[in-house]
């Protein structure tokens, strides 16, 4: 047995090994080296946030441009931080994400697979995430309730196992990511919105206006974001017409926020009490906001974990350590995979079939 001795997460079946995690999914290229011995050794992240800004939200060619440019000089840098040559094995996202932006990283991983003669491992994008707080001190133990959170995805996971995933909840409509983007760019403050807007909402009052908590009352874990999105849109236009939007605006982002977050707690504290679940992981993007962070932790009776701000967001050190724990589903560089959509409960524990229903 291998690995930091971080609970029973991390232990390794094979020898120690460097794991390369290529991250292309969307709009920012990650690249990172994880250790099965020693822990994580690199992280570099080029952020395509200015090239996108323009236009007001992610352009996949221009996604899928701009990881072709900055993909190999950042697996360099790795490299020579790291002071190794060539790692054991190569981890990239093979899924969900832009199918072009993913065709990248996919095709550099088996690429570089064949010309180092090493395995490559497919590892889906929200397990990453799912599996990000593995890189911390306090990793958490099975079984678990994961909160995912992100730009394209809001999902309740009962979490008893590594690709032992049991799919609670989703959203009906709009991701939260997507309602604070939306949210922001009503409010004029560009993209990416989630971080500004948090940021505006840290002036503003929460009860300034009385925004729906969608969902919170029916039954099941499903969430629906869209009829906040619109009640944000109703008071915009009206402050707008009343000539008050520039000293509500603080208001509205607050107001907004404490809405959204009060339905993603209510929500995964029912299901953590409906599984009997004594443990939550928040991950993914909105994972970074402080409200939800610091709201879960009060509220829950149980033990909270998150990954560290920067690895709520996109990043390869989390798809280096989830190629790092898959080890067992590597396979010669000749298949490259890129799935713009595919189910997290299709996923089966390492060394086990997988199927590949949803892919596209
Ligand atoms: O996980 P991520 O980096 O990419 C996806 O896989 O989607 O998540 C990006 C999302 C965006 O919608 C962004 O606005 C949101 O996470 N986000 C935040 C915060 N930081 C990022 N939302 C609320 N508060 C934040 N502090
Ligand atoms: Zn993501």
């Known amino acids: 047995m291998w690995g930091r001795d971080h609970g029973p997460l991390l232990r390794y079946d094979s020898p120690p090994?460097?794991?390369?995690?290529?991250?292309?999914?969307?709009?920012?290229?990650?690249v990172a080296l994880y250790s099965t011995e020693s822990g994580l050794v690199a992280d570099v992240l080029h952020s395509q946030v200015d090239l996108h800004a323009m236009y007001g939200?992610?352009?996949?060619?221009?996604?899928?441009?701009?990881?072709?440019?900055?993909?190999?000089p950042l697996i360099g840098q790795v490299l020579q931080q790291a002071g190794i040559e060539r790692p054991d094995a190569i981890a990239y996202t093979a899924g969900p994400g832009l199918v072009g932006a993913l065709m990248v990283g996919s095709g550099m991983a088996n690429g570089l697979g064949l010309a180092w003669g090493c395995p490559v491992i497919p590892v889906h994008h929200m397990e990453g995430h799912l599996l990000a707080p593995m890189l911390e001190d306090d990793a958490p133990e099975y079984p678990f309730l994961a909160l995912l959170v992100s730009g394209g995805h809001t999902m309740l996971i009962a979490v008893?196992?590594?690709?032992?995933?049991?799919?609670?909840?989703?959203?009906?409509?709009?991701?939260?990511?997507?309602?604070?983007?939306?949210s922001a760019k009503l409010l004029g403050l560009g993209y990416p919105g989630g971080p500004a807007l948090a940021a505006l909402a840290e002036t503003g009052n929460e009860n300034a206006f009385d925004l729906p908590r969608p969902m919170l009352n029916r039954?099941?874990?499903?969430?629906?974001?869209?009829?906040?999105?619109?009640?944000?849109?109703?008071?915009?236009?009206?402050?707008?017409?009343?000539?008050?939007?520039?000293?509500?605006?603080?208001?509205?982002?607050?107001?907004f926020q404490r809405a959204a977050v009060d339905t993603l707690v209510g929500r995964a504290l029912q299901a953590a009490k409906s599984e009997d679940l004594k443990r939550i992981v928040v991950a993914g993007g909105v994972g970074a906001n402080r409200l939800l962070r610091k709201e879960m932790v009060e509220r829950f009776d149980g033990e909270v974990f998150y990954p560290r701000m920067a690895f709520c967001?996109?990043?390869?050190?989390?798809?280096?350590?989830?190629?790092?724990?898959?080890?067992?589903?590597?396979?010669?560089?000749?298949?490259i995979r890129a799935q713009a959509r595919w189910s997290l409960d299709t996923l089966s524990p390492p060394g086990t079939a997988q199927s590949d229903s949803n892919e596209e």
Request: glycine share 10%; hydrophobic share 40%.
């Open 17 to 30: 090994m460097y794991v390369l995690g290529i991250e292309t999914s969307c709009d920012e290229t990650g």
């Open 57 to 72: 939200g992610v352009v996949p060619e221009i996604a899928s441009r701009d990881h072709i440019r900055c993909l190999l």
């Open 160 to 182: 008893r196992g590594l690709g032992d995933y049991d799919v609670l909840g989703t959203t009906l409509d709009d991701a939260v990511g997507e309602a604070f983007d939306k």
């Open 219 to 255: 039954p099941g874990f499903d969430f629906s974001f869209s009829g906040l999105k619109t009640a944000v849109m109703l008071v915009v236009r009206k402050a707008n017409d009343d000539g008050t939007i520039d000293s509500s605006r603080a208001d509205i982002a607050a107001s």
């Open 313 to 335: 967001t996109d990043n390869g050190a989390m798809i280096a350590v989830a190629g790092a724990l898959r080890i067992a589903d590597a396979n010669d560089a000749a298949e």
